[in-house]
C-alpha cells in the first residue's frame, strides 16, 4: 500500500478538481457530509476525509470503520475509544498528515491540469507556426527550433511535477508509518486487522 497511496492521492486529487464534492448522507457523528474520496487502493481499503473526520473502511468489512477526528477523537466502528494524551497527539498529528498529503496532491494536480493546458497550447502554436512556413523568411529548421524550446519548457515542469509526486509518497510513507505506529499501541485499532494492511 505505501508506494500506492502517494499515487492514489494524486490520481484522486486531479478527479477532485474534475468532480465537485456533492453531500452525502447524514451520519451519526457528522450532520450533513461533504465528502472528499481518495479513492480505493486494490486491497479494497477506503480512506475518506468527511467534515473533518479522517475515515477508514474497506470493502470486505462494510461493519467496520475507524475514524480520527482532527482534534485526535478516534471512534471504532462507532464506538469512542479512550486515548491518553500521548495517543491523542499521535492521532491528531496522523490526521494533519493526511491532511497535508491531501492539500499536495490537490496542488500537484492544480499543477499538472496547467502543463495540460500548456501542452494543448503547445499543439496550437506548432498549427500555427506551420502555417508560417508559407513565408520566405521561415523554415522548418526555425519550426522545429521553436517547437523543441517550447517542449523543452513543458518537460522541465514535467520535472519538477514528479519529483513533487515523489515528495508526496515519501509523505504517504511517513504518513502510513505513524499510522501503523498507532495501530500497535491502540489495541482497539488492532482489532481492526485490514486498518493501514
Excluded: C
Excluded at 497527539?89 to 496547467?114: K, M, N
Excluded at 523543452?152 to 504517504?172: D, S
Amino acid at each position: 500500500m505505501r508506494r500506492r497511496l502517494g499515487f492514489l492521492l494524486a490520481m484522486a486529487a486531479l478527479a477532485a478538481l474534475a468532480l465537485p464534492a456533492g453531500p452525502a448522507a447524514a451520519g451519526h457523528r457528522h450532520g450533513e457530509k461533504h465528502r472528499i474520496s481518495v479513492g480505493h487502493d486494490h486491497d479494497g481499503q477506503q480512506v475518506d476525509l468527511e467534515d473533518g473526520w479522517l475515515l477508514f473502511r474497506h470493502d470486505d468489512h462494510p461493519r467496520e470503520e475507524v475514524a480520527i477526528s482532527a482534534d485526535g477523537d478516534l471512534e471504532v466502528n462507532g464506538e469512542a475509544v479512550r486515548a491518553d494524551a500521548r495517543d491523542r497527539e499521535a492521532l491528531r498529528e496522523f490526521h494533519l498528515g493526511f491532511v497535508e498529503i491531501l492539500d499536495s496532491a490537490t496542488a500537484l494536480g492544480e499543477e499538472a491540469a496547467e502543463v495540460g493546458v500548456a501542452g494543448a497550447a503547445l499543439g496550437a502554436k506548432a498549427l500555427a507556426k506551420v502555417i508560417r512556413l508559407l513565408d520566405e523568411d521561415y523554415d522548418e529548421a526555425d519550426l522545429e527550433r521553436e517547437m523543441d524550446a517550447e517542449e523543452a519548457k513543458i518537460e522541465a515542469v514535467a520535472a519538477k511535477l514528479e519529483a513533487k509526486g515523489e515528495a508526496i509518497e515519501e509523505l504517504a510513507d511517513e504518513w502510513e508509518a505513524d499510522g501503523l505506529a498507532l495501530k500497535r499501541r491502540i489495541p482497539e485499532l488492532r482489532e481492526i486487522d485490514w486498518f493501514l494492511d
